[in-house]
């Protein structure tokens, strides 16, 4: 199969910078894949967001070799507006996105755009506010929404243009780990229920994984330092040495000395097999000499079934 994003041997410095941004980036994205990356602040991450939609060169200029080509396209080639039919983006901070005096009218820009018939806008306005549950807000200023009721217009608004891309920059940040939850399950539906390939950006690994993606790609100092499963790179110290949390389990266990393997499947601890690890656990669990859970309480050693 062909990907559908491809940067090859691709170098970006942005005008107003010394250094380069991005350096020496190899990626494939396959359609229908949905990829994870993840990297510390200043890292690159939406630099490489920006580079796919066409936000670089168009509105950040800059210079870049090597090679990109989305759906086909160069996006320094085919233009912002080019680019967005091809692909949508949810940005980091949602408020500038918002174009309409009303959330419907917002969500149907895109079509009023593109000239489509009205009682075919209003059927589809309709149809995406259901799935990101915003139907009883269509009538509101999207500047009165708090920030999860924002994202999810912004969700909307790029699932109703028919892109093949979707991008999300840092869809959890500003949300409480319930909403976050939502927002991190409503992406994935997008995923499975339409075919689009999807790139989330996140810093927050562990909320991100919350549900499954094909692939973790992780950035640090502008380069591509792991592009691998989420239970290959959950075996390795590369979150460690590129200063991104790791999910919780993992560091207790890394912690009592255990060596992490793939086959354990540690994506999800719900699902992970923690049966070769409960040795070590309860020897390094002895030897910290913790104090017995209170009365009525279970240990942390029984809640996790060790
Ligand atoms: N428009 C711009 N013009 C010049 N330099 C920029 C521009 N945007 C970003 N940079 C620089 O590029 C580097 C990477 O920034 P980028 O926004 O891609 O990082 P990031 O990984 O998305 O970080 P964060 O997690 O904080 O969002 C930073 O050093 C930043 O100063
Ligand atoms: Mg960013």
Not at 40 to 69: D, M, R, W, Y
Not at 292 to 301: D, F, N, V, W, Y
Request: proline share 6%; hydrophobic share 40%; with cysteine.
């Amino acid at each position: 199969m062909k990907p559908i994003i491809e940067f090859k041997d691709y170098t970006f410095k942005y005008r107003s910078q010394v250094d380069p941004t991005l350096y020496n980036i190899n990626l494939a994205v396959y359609p229908g894949e949905k990829v994870l990356i993840v990297g510390p602040s200043g890292s690159g991450k939406s630099t490489l967001a920006h580079c796919i939609n066409g936000l670089v060169p168009f509105s950040f200029p800059g210079e870049s070799t090597g090679e990109l080509q989305v759906g086909g396209e160069d996006p320094s080639r085919a233009g912002i507006f080019g680019m967005s039919k091809l692909v949508g983006t949810v940005l980091q901070d949602t408020d500038g996105q918002f174009i309409g005096l009303t959330v419907a009218e917002d969500i149907a820009f895109a079509l009023e755009n593109d000239c489509v018939p009205q009682d075919e806008i209003f059927s589809k306005v309709d149809e995406v506010a259901e799935i990101v549950d915003v139907k009883n807000l269509l009538k509101h200023a999207p500047t009165e929404l708090s920030g999860g009721q924002k994202q999810r217009v912004s969700m909307a608004g790029v699932m109703i243009d028919d892109v093949d891309v979707l991008l999300f920059d840092e869809p959890l940040a500003n949300l409480d780990p319930a909403t976050g939850k939502k927002a991190i399950d409503l992406i994935d539906k997008i995923s499975r229920t339409t075919g689009k390939t999807v790139l989330i950006i996140e810093h927050r690994l562990e909320d991100a994984l919350y549900r499954d993606v094909d692939r973790i790609v992780v950035v640090g100092e502008g380069r591509i330092v792991a592009d691998m499963t989420p239970d290959e790179l959950l075996c390795t110290d590369i979150l460690q040495k590129e200063g991104i949390r790791e999910p919780l389990y993992i560091t207790a266990l890394k912690h009592a000395g255990c060596q992490i393997t793939a086959d354990t499947r540690p994506q999800h601890i719900e699902t992970m097999d923690l049966a070769p690890y409960r040795e070590k656990v309860q020897a390094w669990y002895k030897e910290a000499q913790l104090p017995p859970p209170r009365p009525g309480k279970q240990s942390a050693l029984e809640v996790l079934d060790l």
